[in-house]
Each structure stands twice: as C-alpha cells, then as structure tokens.
C-alpha cells in the first residue's frame, strides 16, 4: 500500500548566468548562480477522482494531463516522474504551479517549474531517491530539451542544486563543481522587456557554427577560458577582476551574434554609471543582463541608470 501525502509542495529558484553561456553546450566551462528570491512554486493534492490534472492559474489553465500534448514541458515534467517511479497509471491528483520568475528572459523559468513540479510530485509519491537534486536535475533535463533540442545541462543542474556552481557539458558524465566565493557579488539584474526564445538563440549559434566552425570555436575557447579565469578570481575574492570578465564575455556574445540593441545599451549604460562590469546573461537576444556593484550608492547610480534606458524587473542579487 502506497502511502501518499495529501498536499506536497516544493519549489525551486530563478538562475542567471554568469559566465559561458552558449559556450557551454560546445563543452567549455560556464558559471551559473540560482537568484532565490524569485521561484517556481508547485503544489500536489491527493484527488479522490483517480484523474491528474494540471493548474496554471497565471496561465489562466486547467488541463487533464492525458488531454496535454507529449510537447506540454509541464506534463512531460509529469510523465518523467510516473515512469521514473513505476507506476502504471498517473495519480489521482491536482497539480498547481505558479512562478514568479519572467517567462523568456533567460532566468530559466521553464527549468524551474519543471523542477518544482517533480520534486513536488515525487514528495507526494514518498519517493526519496525521486528527490535528490541529481535525480530532479536529470528529469528537468528531459523536460528542457523541449525547450530546446541541445540543452547543455547548466539550466536544471543550477535550480536543482540551488548553489553556485562550475559547469562542464562532458560526458559519461557532466562536472559539477561548487565553488568558494571569497568576497560577496553583488549582482544588479535587469530585464529588457524583450522576450526570447531559448531555442531560436541556440538554434542560430548552431546554423552559424555549422557554417563558420573554425570562428566560433575560437569565440566558444575565449568564452571558456573567461569562465574558467572568473571562476579563479571569484575564489580569490577579485571582485574588480570578475567585473572586467564580465565586459570581455559580452564582447564575445556579441561577436556569437547573440546580443542586441537592448542589451548593449543597458550593458553600456551600467558600465557609464560605475558598475565593475556588465553582460547578457542566458540566451541572449532579449531578456536580461546583469551588471556587478560594489556598494550602496553605485547599486543606486546603476539602478537608476537601467530605469532610465527602459530596463523592466530590476532585482539585485548577492552571492555570498
Ligand atoms: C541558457 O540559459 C544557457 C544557454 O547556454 C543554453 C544552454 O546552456 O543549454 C544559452
């Protein structure tokens, strides 16, 4: 007899990438950081009816997951922990998800709430082994691929471990590393309002790379060898030093092609107003960037900056 909680609930953080990103689906190293003040939150209720069902209420959704199509990220989010626990049918229950994390934008909204409803749905099952965050990492890969067809694993690894972490896309099996940060980083986060598609961006660095290899291996080495030098300075407490990185990884970006009008001129305008340094961050094409702060009075001066020049959703972010 299968014991089931009758109301699990689970969530998982926001990300924003700090170094490598593209780069790190070609197998160079990249940063990334969970932003824990934004979530995705999902909720299981045990349903006497033996039917699953699925509620989006910002989505203004109700669906019965067996009328969602196999490309629905949520339900396959759904199907991943049904199978991965053996059953035979899904369970009799409501499941509710909810985020606060910008859709599109690059702060992986997706990878969160495919995270929050596995976690949430394997607490329901009493499932342990279903909740490690190796295990949750691994089905919320499954479900990015959805979002797009070469995920390089960076996304699910950082909102299911919820901790800084030192990525490399290798196989049989990907390296995984936390790492020390000696001084805070204070990160000023801030969205342009233009949405962007994950697998358009990724998809075009591909086309491009197909066709020009030989440059953009050179710009994904350039890229790998900031992450890997911003990784050293982050340990050693360099904050001036990570914020140059920073301003030299989106010069590479924007060679990637990846940047934009939007982008560069919050990136510029954060660099006018005395942040250590500046860049996309995530897909690119759209969607956020981030700029490094040291005080109070350049947070505000940057801040202020970004608002002017159109920016939507300014957070700032520290990691400790
Ligand atoms: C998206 O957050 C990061 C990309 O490098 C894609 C990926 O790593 O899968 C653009």
Redesign the pocket.
Known sequence: MINFNPVSEASAPG?I?LF??????YGRP?I?APVSQIRATASVTYSSSNLCFLVAPDLGRLDRLEDLPEDNPFARAVWLVVEAANLWQPPGVTIRFHSQIPIAS?M?SG?AIAAAIIRALAKHLNRPELQTNEMVSALTYEV?KIH?G??????NTVVAYEQPIYFV?QSPQNQIEPFKVAAPLRFVVADTGVRSS?KF??GD?RRQYNKQPAKFAKIFDECGRIAQTARQAIEAGDVSKVGQLMTENHTWLQKMT?SSPELDKLVEVALQAGALGAKL????RGGNMLALVTDDAMEAKVRTALQNAGAINILTTTLN
């Open positions: 990300k990438i490598g990103e593209h780069a790190v689906v990249a990334a690059g992986g990878a990015e797009h070469t995920p390089s694993g960076i996304d896309r994950t961006a990724v660095v990846v961050s995530g897909a690119g």
